[in-house]
């Protein structure tokens, strides 16, 4: 009878992990597909609910943050400063559940973007707000964890964007992205894990060629 | 037994995997606008949704039994519901309620600001906004020009706003009065403003309707509000033929204080010799100017503020003078003045904060005048219009102040703000050797409140209530604003306030027998703004009362009154636009004024010569990143003004012996600005060159004319020479302190 009562115990965590990974599986499914503002947010809260339901995992979150991060990028009409906000905010939660410097570093990555989206609103006026903000995030993430992969990207992408006459340009950014690259080689991310980045940072590449 | 419970188990797993049930609805706002977006969930559970635009949601869910569902968006209070699940679909309609949040909720605008919030103050500029008006020399009072309802003054210093004169526009630092903002007046000429706009975060310029925190102002108020902790520690030096100054500034590295001084040496002899002047100078202007201040942060992260600034300058000038065709009236000045400004913000905790403000200044003026002849030698012709043309004067002006302000926060985002303010003014005159003092002990309590009835409809109620010990007669001045938001970032607001000033303290020396002048403002506005670009207008009517008015007993000697009155009415249009081009900053102002008062000498109702019913400016900055410089235009054109001579009509009247109007004002200003070390990462020097010029066009202004004492001979009065060229570098050496900062806070 006790046996029963631990097997059934364990059946029942058991199946709340599977559960678990088959719907971050789905909502990780539905992010790759997602191409809209809504579908992103659609996203976004989903994974803010697996969040909330299981309490104490700190991927959904995270997850929710990089979905947010998206629609920052390409829609011209979004509020960015109230999406950096909400990003920001799901940070908070992720990072009070994260379990080591790895996913803290991960956590810093989504924070280092929305402050750069509120930069990109009026760099002029901004950049020594949120550029500076945003500089701070990637520097403390680097702490963290030197050999993330995204760090790097993300700097290079930003030494990419900036004009020359700024301390910008294609001859800056190549270094830092080729580190970037090297180190998405060597990464082996565990199962669910941010494996995202390396396309993107190849593909910056060749344009720096 | 063992088998029978797991198959028991897995048949209930698989009852919930495979049995779902739907749960759909509308989901509204308190207007029955969709949210899209809005999450709706089951708590504790993955399973939920988002609305869609047209405010449904539809989702299954493998739950049963009794659970909340849960719907949330951003800005709304959350909402929650028991519902029981079982087979048959739930239908659930949800109304969120707009939260009340300091974000969302509309600012009352018209004339109106928070100081300290300069995301959303009416009409901000900053100080590079400031220094990069073209043809403006950096000086705040000339950027404020370039903004409606500022008149284009140029022969005395001020902003004359809506009908107001110079003196109805004050000018407060971090929420205390200055006394002298401006270098002293020499006849006919605008003097500089004494602050550099470097010292402050935010200029805020109200044309009317200003809150209850300040008084003793009949039009306008200036309110700057002094930068916090400067970015990194840094040595300065400025080199120019006109001016030369030095300066160094220490950020402690935990980036909780500083303090800085700085030195500034003026001497225009150079400039001069090579651009003539109309008057003489005999004695060139020289300025040494200083100041020192210190800031930190205190351990419940408020503020404390101070700053001090000591300047001496002496000049002498001589013109011909008016009433004879070759004699001359030589103006010398020697000016000292310490100004002092000490300011606490804190926050007290429990939702109260309080601002402190503390100020001390003295100014001491020595003048000469003297009529003299071909060789310079003074003379004393007995003849009625000389006898005013002769004298000296010491004047000290001394100001010593006290405020304190307290807010608290009341239900939801709504605020209270009360406080009271002290000022005990000295004014020491001596004219010819005969010596007057003026003393006034001046208070005031002010109350105000802001109410937010919701996001889109706020007021801001207050009063305030003054004693001048001088006048010794006290006054009550309501104020009130209302500000509803029409779409995003558009709101209608209107502004209604009563404002009092005490006369002159040139007047108050001849009689205390005066009591407050009056103001009543209405002002209507409508405004639209996006991140980049806003447009802004504003109507407004300004009922002037209790005007000072001269009345004379004789050819030498008249009284004044309180009989002035007069009206101010008129339209405005603002449009600033950062975005449309890319490194394009432009903005335009256009002011429609129509207004006329009795007051001095004014025998019945006129226009102002100060006063033009039309008035353009427009402002181009222009930044080019490949040659890293800055171009800056800025052109303004105002209709002509009124002017007169007023004579006595030895039966008791004033009566008007001559009228006109000067022909119109076109002003085009440049300003270029090179920055060699832009794009440098972490450069150890930065630094750029500036050159400017103004009346880029040689016009010639005439900002009217003065008379002569028979009224038969009138001479224009303009400025002393066409342009003011003006060409300097100025280096910084700095200590880049933000990502010890960063790296500290994080």
């Given at each position: 009878m006790i046996l029963a009562f631990v097997l059934l115990s364990s059946m029942v965590v058991n199946a709340q992990s599977e559960k678990y990974a088959a719907a971050m599986q789905k909502d990780l499914d539905m992010f790759d597909s997602a191409k809209t503002t809504a579908d992103f947010q659609g996203v976004a809260a989903a994974f803010e609910r697996i969040g909330d339901a299981e309490k104490t995992q700190w991927l959904p979150y995270y997850y929710a943050g990089l979905a947010l991060t998206m629609p920052g990028w390409t829609d011209t009409k979004l509020d960015k400063d109230a999406n950096a906000e909400r990003i920001k905010a799901l940070c908070d939660k992720a990072d009070a559940l994260a379990k080591d410097n790895t996913d803290k570093s991960e956590i810093l990555a989504i924070r280092n973007m929305a402050a750069t989206q509120q930069m990109i609103v009026d760099p002029p006026t901004r950049w020594s707000t949120y550029g500076q903000e945003g500089a701070g995030y990637l520097s403390k993430a680097k702490q963290l964890n030197p050999n993330n992969p995204r760090l790097y990207y993300l700097e290079g992408a930003g030494i990419f964007g900036t004009p020359e006459q700024f301390g910008g340009g294609k001859t800056k950014a190549k270094p830092v992205l080729q580190k970037a690259v090297e180190l998405f080689k060597a990464d082996q991310p565990k199962p669910m894990y941010p494996r995202w980045g390396q396309k993107q940072a190849e593909e910056m590449l060749a344009q720096c060629q | 037994m063992r088998k029978s419970i797991a198959a028991v188990i897995v048949l209930l797993i698989a009852s919930q995997l495979y049995s779902q049930t739907i749960i759909q609805g509308k989901l509204r706002d308190n207007k029955g606008k969709p949210i899209p977006g809005a999450s709706v969930s089951i708590k504790d559970?993955?399973?939920?949704?988002?609305?869609?635009?047209?405010?449904?949601?539809?989702?299954?869910?493998?739950?049963?039994?009794?659970?909340?569902?849960?719907?949330?968006?951003?800005?709304y209070k959350s909402f929650e519901q028991k519902i029981t699940i079982g087979s048959t679909p739930v239908v659930v309609d949800i109304m969120l309620k707009e939260e009340l949040s300091e974000l969302k909720a509309v600012t009352v605008i018209s004339g109106s600001f928070a100081a300290g919030d300069s995301k959303r103050a009416a009409t901000v500029l900053n100080s590079i906004d400031v220094v990069t008006v073209g043809g403006g020399n950096a000086d705040i009072t000339a950027a404020?020009?370039?903004?409606?309802?500022?008149?284009?003054i140029g022969e005395q210093e001020g902003l004359f706003v809506r009908g107001g004169t110079g003196y109805e526009t004050k000018q407060f630092i971090d929420g205390t009065l200055v006394n002298n903002p401006y270098f002293t007046s020499i006849p006919d000429l605008a003097t500089r403003g004494r602050f550099s706009p470097f010292l402050f975060k935010g200029t805020v310029f109200s044309a009317g309707g200003y809150s209850a925190l300040y008084g003793e102002a009949l039009s306008s108020a200036l309110i700057l509000e002094s930068i916090d902790l400067p970015e990194r520690s840094a040595a300065t030096l400025g080199v120019s033929p006109i001016?030369?100054?030095?300066?160094?500034?220490?950020?402690a590295k935990n980036k909780k204080s500083s303090w800085g001084i700085n030195y500034g040496y003026v001497n225009l002899i150079a400039y001069f010799n090579i651009v003539k002047q109309e008057p003489d100078y005999f004695k060139m202007p020289e300025f040494h100017n200083a100041d020192a201040n210190f800031r930190f942060k205190t351990k419940s992260g408020g503020m404390i503020k101070y700053y001090t600034t000591f300047s001496y300058s002496k000049l002498g000038l001589r013109r011909p003078d008016v009433d004879s065709g070759d004699l001359k009236d030589a103006f010398g000045l020697k000016n000292l003045n310490w100004y002092n400004n000490l300011s606490w913000r804190e926050n007290l905790g429990r939702g109260w904060k309080m601002n402190l403000g503390m100020g001390y200044s003295t100014n001491t003026d020595n003048i000469t005048q003297q009529l003299q002849d071909q060789n310079n030698q003074q003379l004393f012709p007995n003849a009625p219009w000389a006898f005013v043309k002769n004298y000296t004067i010491k004047?000290?002006?001394?100001?010593?102040?006290?405020?304190?302000?307290?807010?608290?926060?009341?239900?939801?985002?709504?605020?209270?703000?009360?406080?009271?303010?002290?000022?005990?003014?000295?004014?020491?005159n001596e004219y010819n050797g005969s010596k007057s003092r003026l003393i006034d002990n001046f208070q005031s309590v002010f109350a105000e409140t802001d109410i937010y009835v919701t996001n889109d409809l706020a007021a801001?109620?207050?009063?305030?209530?003054?004693?001048?010990?001088?006048?010794?007669k006290s006054n009550i001045a309501p104020r009130i604003s209302l500000a509803y938001k029409v779409g995003v970032g558009a709101q209608v607001s209107a502004a209604y306030g009563i404002f009092y000033q005490k006369p002159e303290n040139t007047q108050l020396i001849y009689t205390t027998n005066l009591d407050y002048t009056k103001a009543t403002h209405y002002i209507l506005t409508y405004q639209k703004s996006t991140n980049d670009r806003i447009f802004r207008t504003e109507i407004f009517y300004k009922k002037y009362a209790d005007l000072i008015k001269t009345e004379p007993i004789n050819y030498y000697y008249s009284i004044y009154n309180n009989a002035g009155s007069g009206y101010a009415k008129g339209i405005e249009f603002f449009w600033r636009d950062k975005k449309s081009i890319k490194n394009f900053d432009y903005w335009i102002s256009y002011s429609y004024l129509d207004t006329k008062r009795e007051y001095l000498a004014y025998p019945e109702k006129l226009r102002p010569d100060f006063a033009t019913p039309h008035t353009l400016s427009i402002v181009t900055k222009r930044f080019f990143t490949d040659i890293k410089t800055g171009f800056n235009f800025t052109y303004t054109y105002a209709t002509g003004r009124p002017y007169y001579d007023f004579m006595y009509d030895?039966?008791?009247?004033?009566?008007?012996?001559?009228?006109?109007?000067?022909?119109?004002?076109?002003?085009?200003?440049?300003?270029?600005?090179?920055v060699p070390s832009l794009g440098k990462t972490n450069p150890k020097l930065f630094w750029v060159l500036v050159g400017s010029v103004t009346n880029v066009l040689g016009y010639d202004f005439v900002y009217g004319y003065n008379y002569s004492f028979s009224g038969m001979n009138k001479e224009p009065i303009g400025p002393p020479a066409k342009r003011f060229y003006f060409i300097g570098a100025f280096f910084s050496w700095g200590v880049d302190r933000t990502q010890d900062a960063i790296n500290n806070n994080l």
């Amino acid at each position: 009878m006790i046996l029963a009562f631990v097997l059934l115990s364990s059946m029942v965590v058991n199946a709340q992990s599977e559960k678990y990974a088959a719907a971050m599986q789905k909502d990780l499914d539905m992010f790759d597909s997602a191409k809209t503002t809504a579908d992103f947010q659609g996203v976004a809260a989903a994974f803010e609910r697996i969040g909330d339901a299981e309490k104490t995992q700190w991927l959904p979150y995270y997850y929710a943050g990089l979905a947010l991060t998206m629609p920052g990028w390409t829609d011209t009409k979004l509020d960015k400063d109230a999406n950096a906000e909400r990003i920001k905010a799901l940070c908070d939660k992720a990072d009070a559940l994260a379990k080591d410097n790895t996913d803290k570093s991960e956590i810093l990555a989504i924070r280092n973007m929305a402050a750069t989206q509120q930069m990109i609103v009026d760099p002029p006026t901004r950049w020594s707000t949120y550029g500076q903000e945003g500089a701070g995030y990637l520097s403390k993430a680097k702490q963290l964890n030197p050999n993330n992969p995204r760090l790097y990207y993300l700097e290079g992408a930003g030494i990419f964007g900036t004009p020359e006459q700024f301390g910008g340009g294609k001859t800056k950014a190549k270094p830092v992205l080729q580190k970037a690259v090297e180190l998405f080689k060597a990464d082996q991310p565990k199962p669910m894990y941010p494996r995202w980045g390396q396309k993107q940072a190849e593909e910056m590449l060749a344009q720096c060629q | 037994m063992r088998k029978s419970i797991a198959a028991v188990i897995v048949l209930l797993i698989a009852s919930q995997l495979y049995s779902q049930t739907i749960i759909q609805g509308k989901l509204r706002d308190n207007k029955g606008k969709p949210i899209p977006g809005a999450s709706v969930s089951i708590k504790d559970s993955y399973d939920g949704t988002v609305a869609d635009s047209l405010g449904s949601y539809k989702f299954s869910t493998t739950e049963k039994g009794d659970r909340s569902l849960i719907a949330t968006n951003i800005g709304y209070k959350s909402f929650e519901q028991k519902i029981t699940i079982g087979s048959t679909p739930v239908v659930v309609d949800i109304m969120l309620k707009e939260e009340l949040s300091e974000l969302k909720a509309v600012t009352v605008i018209s004339g109106s600001f928070a100081a300290g919030d300069s995301k959303r103050a009416a009409t901000v500029l900053n100080s590079i906004d400031v220094v990069t008006v073209g043809g403006g020399n950096a000086d705040i009072t000339a950027a404020v020009k370039t903004l409606p309802g500022a008149q284009q003054i140029g022969e005395q210093e001020g902003l004359f706003v809506r009908g107001g004169t110079g003196y109805e526009t004050k000018q407060f630092i971090d929420g205390t009065l200055v006394n002298n903002p401006y270098f002293t007046s020499i006849p006919d000429l605008a003097t500089r403003g004494r602050f550099s706009p470097f010292l402050f975060k935010g200029t805020v310029f109200s044309a009317g309707g200003y809150s209850a925190l300040y008084g003793e102002a009949l039009s306008s108020a200036l309110i700057l509000e002094s930068i916090d902790l400067p970015e990194r520690s840094a040595a300065t030096l400025g080199v120019s033929p006109i001016i030369l100054t030095g300066g160094f500034q220490d950020l402690a590295k935990n980036k909780k204080s500083s303090w800085g001084i700085n030195y500034g040496y003026v001497n225009l002899i150079a400039y001069f010799n090579i651009v003539k002047q109309e008057p003489d100078y005999f004695k060139m202007p020289e300025f040494h100017n200083a100041d020192a201040n210190f800031r930190f942060k205190t351990k419940s992260g408020g503020m404390i503020k101070y700053y001090t600034t000591f300047s001496y300058s002496k000049l002498g000038l001589r013109r011909p003078d008016v009433d004879s065709g070759d004699l001359k009236d030589a103006f010398g000045l020697k000016n000292l003045n310490w100004y002092n400004n000490l300011s606490w913000r804190e926050n007290l905790g429990r939702g109260w904060k309080m601002n402190l403000g503390m100020g001390y200044s003295t100014n001491t003026d020595n003048i000469t005048q003297q009529l003299q002849d071909q060789n310079n030698q003074q003379l004393f012709p007995n003849a009625p219009w000389a006898f005013v043309k002769n004298y000296t004067i010491k004047s000290i002006q001394q100001l010593t102040q006290a405020k304190a302000v307290f807010e608290k926060k009341l239900f939801g985002i709504s605020t209270i703000r009360f406080g009271s303010e002290y000022l005990y003014w000295v004014n020491n005159n001596e004219y010819n050797g005969s010596k007057s003092r003026l003393i006034d002990n001046f208070q005031s309590v002010f109350a105000e409140t802001d109410i937010y009835v919701t996001n889109d409809l706020a007021a801001k109620i207050g009063g305030r209530f003054e004693n001048s010990s001088v006048l010794n007669k006290s006054n009550i001045a309501p104020r009130i604003s209302l500000a509803y938001k029409v779409g995003v970032g558009a709101q209608v607001s209107a502004a209604y306030g009563i404002f009092y000033q005490k006369p002159e303290n040139t007047q108050l020396i001849y009689t205390t027998n005066l009591d407050y002048t009056k103001a009543t403002h209405y002002i209507l506005t409508y405004q639209k703004s996006t991140n980049d670009r806003i447009f802004r207008t504003e109507i407004f009517y300004k009922k002037y009362a209790d005007l000072i008015k001269t009345e004379p007993i004789n050819y030498y000697y008249s009284i004044y009154n309180n009989a002035g009155s007069g009206y101010a009415k008129g339209i405005e249009f603002f449009w600033r636009d950062k975005k449309s081009i890319k490194n394009f900053d432009y903005w335009i102002s256009y002011s429609y004024l129509d207004t006329k008062r009795e007051y001095l000498a004014y025998p019945e109702k006129l226009r102002p010569d100060f006063a033009t019913p039309h008035t353009l400016s427009i402002v181009t900055k222009r930044f080019f990143t490949d040659i890293k410089t800055g171009f800056n235009f800025t052109y303004t054109y105002a209709t002509g003004r009124p002017y007169y001579d007023f004579m006595y009509d030895g039966n008791g009247k004033y009566t008007i012996a001559d009228r006109g109007t000067t022909k119109s004002f076109h002003n085009l200003g440049f300003s270029v600005n090179y920055v060699p070390s832009l794009g440098k990462t972490n450069p150890k020097l930065f630094w750029v060159l500036v050159g400017s010029v103004t009346n880029v066009l040689g016009y010639d202004f005439v900002y009217g004319y003065n008379y002569s004492f028979s009224g038969m001979n009138k001479e224009p009065i303009g400025p002393p020479a066409k342009r003011f060229y003006f060409i300097g570098a100025f280096f910084s050496w700095g200590v880049d302190r933000t990502q010890d900062a960063i790296n500290n806070n994080l």
